[in-house]
């Protein structure tokens, strides 16, 4: 029997970090069956908080890119 392939593991699987120590991919085989459902929420609410931060790095980093263009265009 072939081996059905889920394409958005895939994807993920790409943009994950190589070590298998890292936290991310320690995150995502995480056993989530173990957890209830408010502790799941929680779960859900601690990573909309690190999406926020981490996109609020990024837009600091590309706002500090543009500012140093800026400076060197004059």
Not at 43 to 70: F, P, Q, Y
């Amino acid at each position: 029997m072939a081996a059905t392939r889920n394409p958005l593991r895939m994807d993920l699987d790409e943009l994950l970090p190589r070590r298998a120590d890292d936290p991310l991919v320690l995150l995502t085989k995480q056993d989530l069956d173990p957890l209830s459902v408010d502790e799941l929420n929680a779960r859900i609410a601690v990573l909309d908080s690190e999406i926020a931060r981490t996109r609020g790095k990024i837009e600091g980093a590309v706002n500090h890119l543009a500012s140093a263009e800026a400076l060197f265009k004059h």
